[in-house]
């Protein structure tokens, strides 16, 4: 049983890497002439070494509730944490699952009993049953819903950033602060093809336990965000650079905002939905 628990802290750290790179690469190439985009890297990377402390932090409390255990024990259940932890659980199904996991493995360990006689030599067979009946398998109904959810949740935060910035919190001031083609293309690209692929990606990482070499395939789905950026940043064609700044008016009316709010609502519980439909069956 290979342990696989820290892909979490790899992909954050592979990340954060990735981004240094792009902003040194921006750099040598546009120098300091754009310093809200200097500003936007900086943050980001911020956040990312923010979860990489947040992740070893959890690593090391799932290590403390099972330092009673066999180490064979350990090992396993570490992988049946990240298995659990990719699902599409909600945050508190997850918790009881590895409590209830916990427990059962506790038992069979004053038990005498090999964990591969309990798991039946298939973890994430034995895990199965757990995810099913809390509808924690992604399915694509799931998945529109997340990445609507996603999508519109970054629109309404670019626009509340804009009104903030430019101190313009009138009716006025949502008419004049649009948005960028290019910038919702990017992010659309990252909230309907990055995220689901990386969470694909990341649930087959933890079911297969991906080590070594081929756990560096986890970073492949960042390829997409990072390129697009770098394009974006790269570009100077008038031509193109006209089409990517093209103002496109987002929220800029009561009705829009409403409509926005009643789609990020609708998402949420397509999510929902897609949990239920799945216990269900």
């Not at 342990?3 to 954060?16: A, H, L, Q, V």
């Not at 750099?27 to 890297?41: C, H, Q, R």
């Amino acid at each position: 049983m290979n342990n696989n628990s820290r892909n979490k802290i790899f992909i954050t750290i592979g990340f954060t890497i990735l981004l240094v790179v792009q902003m040194l690469i921006f750099l040598s190439a546009k120098g300091l002439e754009s310093a809200s985009l200097l500003v936007m890297f900086i943050a980001i990377i911020f956040l990312a070494v923010i979860a990489i402390m947040i992740s070893v932090s959890e690593l090391n409390q799932t290590k403390g509730r099972v330092k009673n255990l066999p180490e064979e024990y350990k090992k396993v259940y570490l992988d049946a944490n990240e298995i659990i932890t990719m699902s599409t659980m909600t945050k508190g199904q997850k918790r009881d699952t590895m409590v209830m996991v916990l427990e059962i493995f506790e038992h069979a360990a004053i038990e005498k009993r090999d964990v591969n006689e309990v798991i039946r030599n298939d973890l994430r067979g034995y895990l199965d049953e757990f995810i099913e009946v809390s509808g924690g398998r992604t399915t694509s109904l799931y998945l529109v819903g997340y990445s609507t959810f996603s999508f519109v949740a970054y629109l309404f935060a670019m626009k509340l950033y804009l009104l903030s910035r430019n101190s313009e919190w009138s009716l006025e001031g949502l008419k004049a602060n649009t948005f960028d083609l290019g910038i919702i293309v990017v992010y659309g690209a990252i909230a309907y093809v990055f995220m689901p692929l990386n969470l694909i990606i990341m649930q087959k990482a933890a079911n297969e336990q991906w080590v070594g070499i081929k756990r560096g395939l986890i970073l492949i789905p960042f390829a997409i965000p990072i390129g697009l950026i770098a394009t974006m940043m790269l570009i100077r064609d008038p031509n193109m650079l006209a089409i990517i700044e093209m103002k496109v008016p987002i929220f800029t009316s009561v009705i829009s905002i409403f409509i926005g709010v009643v789609v990020l609502f609708g998402s949420f519980i397509l999510m929902k939905i897609a949990r239920k439909h799945k216990w269900h069956k």
